[in-house]
């Protein structure tokens, strides 16, 4: 079965294909298709993961498989959460992707200065919707669980990983080989919940 992939991200696709291709799908990204990317402007990972699912779905008339997902931080609220990629206010889309993920940690670092409560995790949503008007899309989430260091450490990775400390690893998410990070992060956690929902139920 097809399923457009609501993203353009080409790691994305990777990891998706891995684990749902042997269930018989195949994932066209939806760039392929010609479909622009769709707005993210809710303040919930799981509304902004539906409305791109939506959006794909509407566009292509093929089933869709969208994500959201980002860095919560207990001290200050969830924050950055669905502002995880455009935290720090000097950020703007024209800029590089590294120059960025650089802003944002300083600006993540900044906020918590003085501040002893690290906790923070990673969240994935996956949605996957059967038609653009599909009452009762499989949703599947996971939850990387971890604590925010000042002083960054690692190469791996991307976003928050240098400053995301595991303490069951002794390593930032930087620290851990791509592999790894793959077998253990909220992404990797979300997408085998999913798999499990397909193999209980079939997509009509
Ligand atoms: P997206 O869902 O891929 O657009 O990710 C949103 C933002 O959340 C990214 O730009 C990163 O700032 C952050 N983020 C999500 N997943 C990760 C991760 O695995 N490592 C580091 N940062 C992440």
Redesign the pocket.
Known sequence: MKLVLA?G?SG?LRELDALLAPLGFTLLPQNTLGVPEADEPHPTFVENALTKARHAARQTGLPSLA?????CVAALHGA?GVH??R?APENSIEHRIEHR?QR?NHHLIANLHGIHDRTAW?Y?VLVLMRHAHDPQPLIAEGVWHGEIIDIPRGQH?????AH?FLPAQGKT?AELDPVE?NRL???AMALHQLVARLQEQSMP
């Not at 994500?67 to 860095?71: A, W």
């Not at 990775?157 to 990983?161: I, L, Q, R, S």
């Open positions: 993203s991200n994305k994500d959201d997902s980002g860095l950055p995880s990629a935290y993920d944002n990673y994935c990775g991307f976003g928050y990983d995301f998410a990070k992060s909220h992404r």
